[in-house]
């Protein structure tokens, strides 16, 4: 009988303290087992400190200093000639190796294409895009001769760096992703070059 009440009394006191911890905000300080994890001694973003003589919290990189997967060649990087004169006639070899070959490098270049480009330029490169017909400027086709004998760099350059309306897009592509829409351009003026010269006809 005795065991009975002490179960009965340890349930009571038991779902008197869980009731009593409901909905209670205490003030006390956290419990912090590992104070610096919670109170972390770091500077922010944009914010000054003494560390430094210049104030400064946010450093400038050192000079010379380059991202781990920065392409430094600028043949590859940029789609200009070492000498910087002019742009590289077509997709550098070591690139195409890269990218594991001709068609692989086509297919990449058809998706990323059909991601960031065809919005405005259209699935044929034609500058109809779902944009254009909801009346943005359209683009230039590529189809036009001017765009026919263009460097390969050029219009990587021109993916890079954006012209006219259109931005640049380094930051949302890679070197290699770049290279591949340059080659999936190509591909869509070869199959789409008998189009184009029906459409010049009077």
């Not at 009988?1 to 956290?30: I, K, W």
């Not at 050192?62 to 990087?77: C, F, K, S, Y």
């Not at 070899?93 to 058809?110: F, I, T």
């Not at 760099?153 to 760096?161: C, D, L, R, S, V």
């Amino acid at each position: 009988m005795r065991a009975q009440h002490f179960l009965l009394f340890v349930g009571l006191a038991g779902s008197g303290l869980l009731a009593g911890c409901r909905g209670q905000t205490s003030e006390d300080p956290p419990i912090v087992p590992i104070r610096n994890m919670y109170g972390q001694p770091k500077y922010l973003m944009q914010q000054g400190g003494a560390f430094f003589e210049d104030g400064r919290a946010m450093r400038p990189l050192p000079d010379g200093v380059i991202a781990h997967d920065q392409e430094t060649d600028p043949r590859l990087a940029h789609g200009r000639l070492e000498d910087g004169t002019g742009y590289v006639l077509t997709i550098p070899q070591e690139m195409v190796e890269r990218s594991g070959g001709m068609d692989k490098m086509l297919a990449r270049g058809q998706e990323r294409f059909g991601i960031y480009c065809a919005v405005c330029h259209g699935l044929t490169g034609a500058g109809d895009g779902v944009v254009v017909k909801r009346g943005l400027m359209p683009p230039p086709t590529y189809h036009q001769d001017r765009l026919r004998h263009a460097p390969d760099g050029q219009i990587y350059a021109t993916i890079e760096n954006g012209i006219r309306n259109m931005p640049p897009y380094a930051a949302q592509t890679s070197v290699a992703d770049r290279w591949a829409i340059v080659s999936y351009v190509r591909a869509l003026q070869v199959s789409q070059a008998p189009v184009a010269a029906q459409e010049k006809k009077p």
